[in-house]
C-alpha cells in the first residue's frame, strides 16, 4: 500500500507526543516540539499532538499571569505555526492565551504555516491537586469568536471543527485534559457535530491506578462517540514539586487500543497510529441512535494538510489481523468461546423451553460444524436439567464418508451419552436418482444435493416421530458463501451455529476439548478438530481417501472470513480490501490468489442471498451476522457488477505488471 492509497482509504496517521521541556521556557519548549513535527513529518504522519499546556509547560502556577510568560508563549505559537508550512502535517499545541483581560488554557491547531483556529477548555478543574480556576477562565466567558495574531484575525472558541479539505472524513474536534473527564464530555458534542478525529492535549498526573483509569476513559469514549481519539498528557518534565507526570499517549478508536506510549521517559516520546476514518463513518452510517442525535452551532475551519509523496511505500500502522473473528491472544481467544458457548447452548434451551419438544435432533457427520452443534445440544438440555439422552445423533453415512469421520462420530456418540441411529443414506438417494433419472455415475451437483437433502429429510421425519426439533449445524462462513443445499443442510428448527464463522468453530471445538470435556470425549475433539473440512459428497478414490475438500474447491476459510469481516462489518471496497489482506497474511497467499478468492467471495455472497433470505432462526453471537431479520437486509436479487468489476479491474493491473 503506497502513501497515496494510505490517504484514499481513509487512513489518517496521527502521533502523540511526550516533548522534553523547560517549566516557563516557551522557547525552548518551541525547539522541542518544532524538532518533533521535522521527524514525525518525514514518518508520513498527518497530525501530530502535544501535550496541555506543552508551550510553557502546565505547572508555571501563578507565573501564568507574567506578562512575559504570555508574550513569549504567543511566540513561541507563531514559531510551531511557521513550522508547519513546508510540511503536510497539522500539530495540536497549548498554551495560556490572555483575550478581554481574562486568561484561557488553550489548545491551538497549527497547519499550513498558520494557526487556524484556538480552542479554550471548557471544564477547569478546582479540586485536590487542581488549581486551575485560580489563573484560568472557563470557555464560556469569552465573548468573541476571533482573537487578533500577529495581525491576523484567527478563529477562537469551544465551538470549533477543523476540517482538512484535502483528506475525505477528517474532521478534528479538540478537547482538553478535564473536558474528557467531566460528566457530559465536550467529545460527545463534536461528534454529533461532525468530527470523527477527538484530539486531547492533557496534563494529568500520575496516581496509583489512574493509567488504567484513563485507558479505559479514553478507548470508552471513541467507542461512546465511534470516533478515533488521540490523547496525549504531560511527560515527566513538568514540575515534581508535588506532582510527577508520565507522558501517557493513548491512541484510540471505536473502543479499540491501536497504540500507547511507555510512560516516565525523560526523552521526547511520540506513538503514532494509522486511524481509519472511513471505518469511524461506517459506524455511524449503521447507528441510528448517532443519526437521530445530530448537533448544532459549531462553527467548521477547514484547512489543508497537503499530501504525502505517492510513489513511497509506506506500512499500515493498526494491526490488520488475519483472522478478525479469532483473538490472537489466548485468554481472550477462551473467554470469547466461553461466552459464545453460553450464548448458544442458552438460546436452544430457550427455544426447547418454547416448544416443550421431547427430544434435539441432528445429523453427526464427524466434522467440526456438527459436533460444535451437538456439544451445544447437551449443554442445552443440561441447562434445562435434562439428559444427554434427550439429543438424537443421526449418523448417516454416504459415498464419500471416510472410516475417520464415521469412527468419530460414533465414538463421539456413546462418550457423550446421547442417543444415537445409524442410517446410510446410499440406497435411498440412488433410488431417488434412478426415479428422476439421473444418469449412473453422472456426480454433478443434483448427486451431491441429493444426499444434503436425504438427509435433511430423514431429520426431520426422525423429529416427527420423536415429537422433536432438529438442530441446523452449518455456520456463518458457509451462509455468505451459499455453500449449503437448498431446503438441505440449509434447513433446520433452530440454527446453533449460524453466527460462528469457520475459523471459529474449529477454536470453539478444541475449548470444549479443553475445558469442558475430560477423556475419552477430549481427545476425539482434538482429533475432529484437525479432521480435513469436507461434506464428504463424492465417492472415495480407490485407496478410501478424499477426492473432495471444501477449500480447495472454494477456497480457504481463512480469507473468506477475512473477506466477510471487512466487507460486511466494515463496508470496505474490494480495493481496500485486497490491500488489508496483503498485509494481514503478509506473503502467504500472493496477490493473485487474493483476488481470485475475493472474487470467489463476493460473487457467491451476492449470488447466494435467497439462501439466507430463507435461513431458520439462530443466534448471533459477534459483531457479524446474516439473519435476514436482524444485521443484513440484502435483496436476494443484487446486483454484484460494481464490487466484481472493481476486482476484475485490479486483477488486470496485477496481469500487467
Request: net charge negative.
Amino acid at each position: 500500500m503506497n502513501a497515496r492509497e494510505h490517504a484514499d482509504f481513509g487512513y489518517l496517521r496521527v502521533a502523540s507526543v511526550a516533548p522534553e521541556l523547560r517549566v516557563g521556557d516557551p522557547a525552548f519548549n518551541a525547539a522541542r516540539v518544532i524538532e518533533a513535527i521535522d521527524r514525525l513529518a518525514g514518518d508520513d504522519c498527518a497530525v501530530a499532538l502535544f501535550p496541555e499546556m506543552c508551550l510553557t509547560g502546565y505547572t508555571c502556577g501563578d507565573l501564568f499571569f507574567q506578562r512575559t510568560l504570555q508574550l513569549a508563549a504567543v511566540a513561541a505559537l507563531l514559531r510551531v505555526a511557521e513550522a508547519t508550512h513546508d510540511h503536510a502535517i497539522a500539530a495540536v499545541v497549548g498554551l495560556p492565551l490572555e483575550i478581554d483581560g481574562r486568561l484561557f488554557n488553550c489548545a491551538a491547531l497549527v497547519a499550513g504555516g498558520v494557526v487556524c483556529g484556538i480552542v479554550p477548555k471548557t471544564y477547569l478543574p478546582n479540586s485536590q491537586e487542581y488549581y486551575e480556576e485560580r489563573w484560568f477562565s472557563r470557555a464560556g466567558a469569552l465573548g468573541r469568536e476571533t482573537v487578533l495574531l500577529d495581525g491576523a484575525l484567527v478563529p477562537v472558541g469551544a465551538d470549533l471543527l477543523f476540517e482538512a479539505t484535502d483528506r475525505p472524513h477528517a474532521c478534528i474536534g479538540l478537547e482538553i485534559c478535564e473536558d474528557l473527564w467531566a460528566v457530559e464530555p465536550c467529545s460527545g458534542r463534536l461528534t454529533l457535530a461532525g468530527a470523527t478525529l477527538i484530539l486531547n492535549p492533557s496534563a494529568s498526573d500520575e496516581l496509583l491506578g489512574k493509567a488504567a483509569y484513563r485507558r479505559d476513559l479514553v478507548r470508552q469514549q471513541s467507542a461512546r462517540c465511534l470516533a478515533a481519539y488521540a490523547y496525549a498528557a504531560a511527560g515527566p518534565w513538568e514540575s515534581s514539586t508535588d506532582l510527577v507526570s508520565s507522558g501517557h499517549g493513548i491512541l484510540a478508536e471505536c473502543g479499540i487500543v491501536l497504540a500507547e506510549t511507555r510512560a516516565f521517559s525523560f526523552e521526547t516520546d511520540a506513538v503514532t497510529a494509522d486511524f481509519d476514518l472511513e471505518r469511524v463513518t461506517h459506524e455511524r452510517l449503521q447507528n441510528s441512535s448517532f443519526s437521530a442525535a445530530g448537533e448544532s452551532g459549531f462553527r467548521r475551519v477547514r484547512f489543508t494538510l497537503g499530501g504525502a509523496s505517492a510513489t513511497r511505500e509506506i506500512a499500515l500502522r493498526r494491526p490488520v489481523p488475519p483472522r478478525p473473528f479469532v483473538p490472537d491472544d489466548a485468554g481472550r481467544r477462551a473467554e470469547n468461546c466461553r461466552e459464545i458457548f453460553s450464548i448458544q447452548s442458552t438460546g436452544l434451551a430457550r427455544r426447547l423451553l418454547h416448544t416443550g419438544s421431547a427430544k434435539l435432533v441432528l445429523g453427526l457427520s464427524g466434522g467440526l460444524d456438527s459436533t460444535l452443534a451437538a456439544l451445544v445440544g447437551v449443554r442445552a438440555l443440561g441447562k434445562l436439567g435434562r439428559g444427554p439422552a434427550d439429543l438424537i445423533a443421526v449418523v448417516m453415512p454416504g459415498p464419500g464418508s471416510t472410516d475417520r469421520t464415521q469412527d468419530n462420530a460414533t465414538a463421539l456418540t456413546a462418550a457423550l451419552g446421547v442417543s444415537s441411529r445409524v442410517i446410510p443414506i446410499g440406497p435411498a438417494v440412488d433410488r431417488h436418482l434412478a426415479d428422476i433419472g439421473h444418469p449412473a455415475g453422472l456426480h454433478d451437483p443434483t448427486y451431491e444435493n441429493a444426499q444434503a437433502r436425504e438427509r435433511t429429510q430423514i431429520l426431520m421425519d426422525i423429529a416427527n416421530q420423536c415429537g422433536g426439533i432438529v438442530v441446523g449445524t452449518g455456520d456463518l462462513s458457509e451462509a455468505a458463501l451459499g455453500w449449503c443445499t437448498f431446503n438441505g443442510d440449509h434447513m433446520s428448527m433452530y440454527h446453533v451455529n449460524a453466527g460462528v464463522p469457520k475459523t471459529l468453530v474449529r477454536h470453539l471445538v478444541e475449548w470444549c476439548a479443553e475445558e469442558e470435556f475430560a477423556e475419552p470425549i477430549r481427545g476425539l475433539l482434538l482429533d475432529i478438530a484437525a479432521t480435513p473440512i469436507t461434506p464428504e459428497l463424492l465417492p472415495l478414490d480407490p485407496d478410501a481417501g478424499l477426492v473432495q475438500k471444501t477449500e480447495e474447491t472454494v477456497g480457504p476459510y481463512e480469507l473468506h472470513d477475512f473477506f466477510l469481516f471487512q466487507m460486511v462489518r466494515c463496508g470496505f471496497r474490494p480495493a481496500k480490501i485486497l490491500a488489508l489482506a496483503e498485509m494481514a497474511f503478509d506473503g502467504r497467499h500472493p496477490r493473485v490468489e487474493l483476488l481470485r478468492w475475493l472474487r470467489v467471495f463476493v460473487g457467491r455472497f451476492f449470488a447466494n442471498q435467497f439462501k439466507r433470505s430463507a435461513m431458520p432462526d439462530g443466534p448471533k453471537v459477534g459483531t457479524v451476522a446474516l439473519s435476514p431479520r436482524g444485521d443484513w437486509r440484502m435483496p436476494s436479487d443484487a446486483s454484484a457488477a460494481a464490487w466484481l468489476a472493481e476486482v476484475d479491474a485490479l486483477a488486470e493491473e496485477v496481469s500487467g505488471q
